[in-house]
């Protein structure tokens, strides 16, 4: 080992800029600029004094018609039924899901399914070079179309194959989730590092074998925790997906504001946030048993064999009741509206395989064909290309500048005239609403969430005393007892709230449009975010935290618990970048605009050709992102 | 039985962790792999069974060529070669028996692995390989009951009930103590004597491996600078090894005779025993 001179271990860091950090904060603020180009957007509700009075008014209004629940007992009754309703749809969907979504995941992991290759170079990345890395290739297509299309478009289009119910909310859940769960779990144990189960390599087992005694167990927490999340958002989803057809409260809800019975509405908002509410505690504190939290170990307790078992029984058990009980309650339960009789909402199901629905299926036969509007640009059909050229309406790209002026802004102007004539590029354009409500409402979420988690931590504010060697009052420690419980109280009401009813709030303020859309999406993105936040901090052994023990808390939180955690909440921030991208299409149909209003507007007129071409673009929307993250390695997939 | 003829790897950093080892290990021999950290004695027992795949050169197994086999092929020759760990690499929410009986999972069928359901004659063999470890009594423990010498113990069961015909064994003393960990290097060469087993032994602890290995290779670099008896380590040797150093403490003076065999280790103590059972 030679000695690094002063001299060279200066240049040495004068070399080792991190250009990565430079290049991500511009172009994230590039993004930020683009969306407020690309998209209207609409303040005007705050800055003139008029219209904010107006909104004002409209607000008043708007809560004063919800503060009167209607509350007599036979509706109590009905939406406690649609309650359960409700969550059986969640479970039965997640139910699916979770299986399907496991049996796709080991397709489309890489670890598993193509397992060790003498590949390399650029044919490590070649999807053909062997026929596992086909499979492999199309299960991730696979599960990249079904996450692309929100639950809610499958719900629309399920609601033309099987009718109207919970069973349709519940399929188009689980069609969504299937793909969710499937990138998860397959990025998870493609994530586990192949040194950690040479012991299974070694003994000379086939690729599934090492997936079951090696990679699966190496994950399986993670993979169950990241399950209890997405079911959180089933139960979420199922709520409001009713809106579109999926039965259960989502359903009643849509059914009383046509009438404009707001005590109703506002009875059964009440029974949603109820559902969704405890929902999330649950799963807090099932999740709270499964992770590994360093500062409070449990010891480990070698139980006997009967307990051991007993208590692997015992949750497949309450599993498999769930699960009955849902199948149970969707089929023979109690659903009636008051006055009216329940009926078995599984009888669609019977109808898919009896072939009868399949009848309905010629509608997607057009869907499959998306409309390309090739004859504009003079190719296809030649009558109707000549047509359009005839008629002026045809893209002549380069009729009035040519592609050598493209220092000239006018020129840019009158091809983007010209491209305006092509249906294609209306729809590449319609993207950017749910883009750029997806990039401004991360990003706000994520500074809102970085500002609360340090009131969130158990960490900061009920153990400081265990790494900075304070002892400090008992009425200080009730007052960060209280900041905490406050904190958690914000985080748990702006998640468990589903995004579509924040928007609804907003949209009555700002009225619909895009700024809505994009409080809505970065509220909801808080709560979800500072919960991962907090306990990406909270899961740091105190150990670490000592070298900072003359500094105060907050020293303490930003030079040593928000660097270390800095990675992991970058990785969560993407991956609900990602979703916010989907639930932001899905707010297009409520009212905010883009892509999702044009596809359902085209849908519900049966131009499915040209819905067809707004699903293909939901489609290329996803793919892109998501290749793009993995070429940047985003979600940490380090293979 | 074993061959290696410039074997050299490069990692993708270009970093050269092995240069044109060439090598031969006859059956029964058990050798110890001794160099500085990063001079690449992880990465050559791990070029063996190909967990990393070397850049050139020829790995033979008996008649077996290995560098040149497809990963099916691979596989199949894998369970002919029995691996030990420095982190025991158990699945600690498993039993002591199922860990072992994972040893069999390159032989039995994708059904039974997945019931977990093993044949007959494994399970005999399993509970004799466990006798022989001296680990009988605890069969039906969790493997994060165990204590660091017994998981290591379980490592070796397991290497075992592959029938292997060669050991490859990264550190196995690593994080033992120094008692346990002669108890452990004493059960390995033991038992490659008694299943005229070839082993390889990657080992910090240069007087540890003088005392029970038959031959030593000493890497520095990725290339091999000493390969000979135990005895012939002298300072110029260590030196040429790892560096400059006083090593007048660590080589053994006169060949003596080893140390009388230790009773079974010492029992856990009573707390931990008292939770986990």
Known sequence: MTDISPASALTHYSQKRPWGHFVALLAILLLVAASFFAADWDVTSLTEAQKRAQALGRMTLWLGAFSSPELSGEFLKHSWELTLQTLSAAILGTAIAVVLGFLLAIGSARSVCVGEENAVSWRRNFPLRSPSAVLCSACRLLQDVLRAVPDFIWAII????????????????????????????????????????EQVRVLGAGRLKTFLYGIRPLAARSVLSFTLMRAECAIRNAAVIGAVGGGGLGAEIWYQVRFGAWDKVSTLILFTLFLTLTVDLVS????????????????VKSRSTFATLSRAYVSAAVILIAFTWSFWFMGWGNNAAPGGESRNYLKPAAELVSGDSWGNLRFFQRLLHPDL?????????????????????????FDNYGPLEFYRPAAWVAWEGELQKWFVWRVI??????????????????????????????????????????????????????????????????????????????????????????????????????????????????????????????????????????????????????????????????????????????????????????????????????????????????? | MLTLKRLTKRYKTGDLALQEVTLDIPQGQVVGLIGPSGAGKSTLIRCINRLVEPTAGTVQLKELNLTSLSQTALRRARRHMGMIFQEYALVERLTVMENVLSGQLGYVSFWRSLLRRFPTPAVQQAFAVLDRVGLLDHVDKRADALSGGQRQRVGIARALLQNPDLLLVDEPTASLDPKTSRQIMRLITEICAERQLAAIINIHDVALAQLFVQRIIGLRQGQVVYDGAPDGLTAEVLTDIYGAEDWSATIRKEPVEEPPVAEEEEPLPEKKLAVAR
């Open chain 1, 158 to 197: 399920l609601v033309a194959l099987i009718g109207l119910g919970p069973l349709t909310g519940a399929l188009a859940l689980a069609l969504n989730i299937t793909g969710i769960l499937a990138k998860v779990y397959s990025e998870l144990w493609d994530s586990i590092d192949e040194r950690e189960y």
């Open chain 1, 284 to 299: 807090n504190s099932i999740r709270r048993q499964l992770r590994n939290d360093p500062n409070h170990p449990q010891a």
């Open chain 1, 373 to 397: 509007d090739l004859a504009v640009l003079g190719r296809g059909d030649t009558e109707a290309a000549a047509q359009f050229r005839a008629g002026g309406k045809a893209v002549s790209l």
């Open chain 1, 429 to 639: 354009k319609s993207s950017t609403v749910p883009l750029a409500i997806a990039v401004v409402g991360t990003l706000l979420g994520m500074l809102g969430a970085i500002l609360l988690t340090y009131p969130h931590t158990l960490a900061f504010q009920l153990e400081p005393d265990q790494f900075t060697g304070e002892t400090s009052h008992p009425l200080i420690r009730l007052l960060r007892f209280i900041h905490m419980t406050a904190a958690r109280i914000v985080g748990l009401i702006a998640r468990g709230v589903p995004e579509v009813m924040w928007a609804f709030l907003f949209i009555a303020f700002f009225g619909p449009g895009l700024v809505a859309g994009t409080i809505a999406i970065s509220i909801h993105s808080m709560g979800v975010l500072v919960r991962v936040f907090s306990e990406t901090v909270d899961n740091i052994p105190y150990r670490r935290f000592e070298q900072s023990f003359m500094g105060s808390r907050m020293a303490c939180f930003g030079s040593v618990a928000a660097p270390i955690s800095w990675r992991d909440w970058m990785t969560y921030t993407f991956f609900q970048f990602e979703s916010n991208v989907r639930a932001a299409v899905v707010l297009g149909i409520v009212g905010v605009g883009g892509l999702g209003f044009f596809f359902t507007f085209n849908f519900e007129w049966f131009r499915f050709e040209k819905a067809g071409t707004y699903l293909l673009m939901m489609v290329a929307l996803t793919i892109t992102i998501d290749r793009i993250s993995r070429m940047l390695k985003l979600s940490r997939v380090r293979r």
